[in-house]
């Protein structure tokens, strides 16, 4: 994550981990805690990384989704997968739109 954030800010991969230890910019608060792994590495969500980020005016592109609506995304993602695969939101489009 730290290559990916140095990669993404054009900071340096040991700014990056100054920021993760919190050595520097301790004005804006703890850097976001990972969220498990991948490999070897530690995995964040990147619109928290992001929302820290912007703390510091550094903030890159679209904030992207925060915790509680990618929750949210998981939690009714199969429902709207079962929808379509019934055809009900497909025959909802089709006659508002015919």
């Known amino acids: 994550m730290r290559s990916d954030v140095a990669e993404r ?10 920021w993760v230890n919190g050595e520097r910019r301790t004005d804006a608060g703890a850097f976001p805690d990972p969220e498990g792994t991948a490999g070897r590495s530690l995995v964040r969500r990147w619109a928290e990384v992001n929302a820290w980020l ?8 679209d904030p992207g989704a925060i915790r509680e609506d990618a929750l949210h995304i998981d939690f009714m993602l199969p429902r709207w997968q079962q929808t379509l695969a019934e055809g009900v ?10």
């Not at 340096?12 to 981990?17: D, F, I, K």
């Not at 912007?54 to 592109?61: H, L, S, Y």
């Open 54 to 61: 912007a703390r510091i005016g550094e903030q890159v592109g």
């Open 9 to 18: 800010t054009g900071r340096s991969r040991q700014n990056v981990l100054q």
């Open 89 to 98: 939101l497909l025959d909802h489009v089709r006659h508002t739109h015919a």
